[in-house]
T-cell receptor
Framework: KAGVTQTPRYLIKTRGQQVTLSCSPI?????VSWYQQTPGQGLQFLFE???????NKGNFPGRFSGRQFSNSRSEMNVSTLELGDSALYLC?????????????FGPGTRLTVL | AQSVTQLDSHVSVSEGTPVLLRCNYS??????LFWYVQHPNKGLQLLLK??????LVKGINGFEAEFKKSETSFHLTKPSAHMSDAAEYFC?????????????FGRGTSLIVHP
């Protein structure tokens, strides 16, 4: 089976712009979670989607949003980008239980905000 | 609220010697605990997890961890380090506080393995 794929792998944006990141889970997995990884804050949970519904949400502002499609693929959107949004964004998929079960991580999208 | 503390930001060992990566947690509920490993330029990979079954959990690549409720610890060990074990290790706690499972990651421990 193919692993979790994330596109694009690298992205450079300027402040005020918006960005959309994409994640394709492992075939058959219905749960997709998103994380932000920075040197200062470490790894932080953004949100989890299951069957097109947001099931869990971390403590991030409303500029961060996501959605999941019927084929389980997920997108994450960040509007009005700030310098502090520069980070590695990781997507993880799991068959059912999401954050309480084994998660399979993608390689991440490296976002740089100038 | 749940929290997790990885007691060492860096651990340095020689190849063939034991590895100990320390993790303490705080949770008001019955937690699930995980260890993940992140190699450079790669995604995180699950090493092992505890979800209220056996307190001694065996994982991949010879790693194991013991859940000690009285000490609120979940330390990761390996009898003999290999060069390929050099990576960043994350301890994760997740509980059902507030009715939703939201994982909290430790800040990570960088394992350095010397030949």
């Amino acid at each position: 089976k193919a692993g979790v794929t994330q596109t694009p792998r690298y992205l450079i944006k300027t402040r005020g712009q918006q960005v959309t990141l994409s994640c394709s889970p492992i075939s058959g997995h219905r749960s997709v979670s998103w994380y932000q990884q920075t040197p200062g804050q470490g790894l932080q949970f953004l949100f989890e989607y299951f069957s097109e519904t947001q099931r869990n949400k971390g403590n991030f502002p409303g500029r961060f949003s996501g959605r999941q499609f019927s084929n389980s693929r997920s997108e994450m959107n960040v509007s009005t980008l700030e310098l502090g949004d520069s980070a590695l964004y990781l997507c993880a998929s799991s068959p059912l239980a999401g954050v309480t079960d084994t998660q399979y991580f993608g390689p991440g999208t490296r976002l740089t905000v100038l | 609220a749940q929290s997790v503390t990885q007691l060492d930001s860096h651990v340095s060992v020689s190849e063939g010697t034991p590895v100990l990566l320390r993790c303490n947690y705080s949770s008001s509920y019955s937690p699930s605990l995980f260890w993940y490993v992140q190699h450079p330029n790669k995604g995180l990979q699950l090493l092992l997890k505890y979800t209220s079954a056996a307190t001694l959990v065996k994982g991949i690549n010879g790693f194991e961890a013991e859940f000690k409720k009285s000490e609120t610890s979940f330390h990761l060990t390996k009898p003999s380090a290999h060069m390929s074990d050099a990576a960043e290790y994350f301890c994760v706690v997740s509980d059902s506080g507030g009715g939703s499972y939201i994982p909290t990651f430790g800040r990570g421990t960088s394992l350095i393995v010397h030949p």
